[in-house]
């Protein structure tokens, strides 16, 4: 399951205390594509399980939708443009 704890340094939760949802989604509007969580991981200097994580929290916040392309491969867009 995914830790949920919140804190002062650490508003979003997750294992990255330098990460937000509000990083990752201004990432994704930045983004010229659809990206794998392996991806934002890679690119914001984090796990791709705690870029999933937040992807997670903006695809429920309504945020972000992901489209399954295999059982391995997820890519993810921003809802609407900034």
Known sequence: MY???MTAANPGGGDDPDLS???VLNFM???DWPVTSKY???ELGTSQQNAYYYLRQLR???EVERLKLSSNVVLWRPLSPR
């Open 21 to 23: 949802r509000e990083r």
């Open 29 to 31: 509007y930045d983004a």
């Open 60 to 62: 429920d916040a309504g």
């Open 3 to 5: 830790d949920t704890t």
């Open 40 to 42: 934002v991981g890679d």
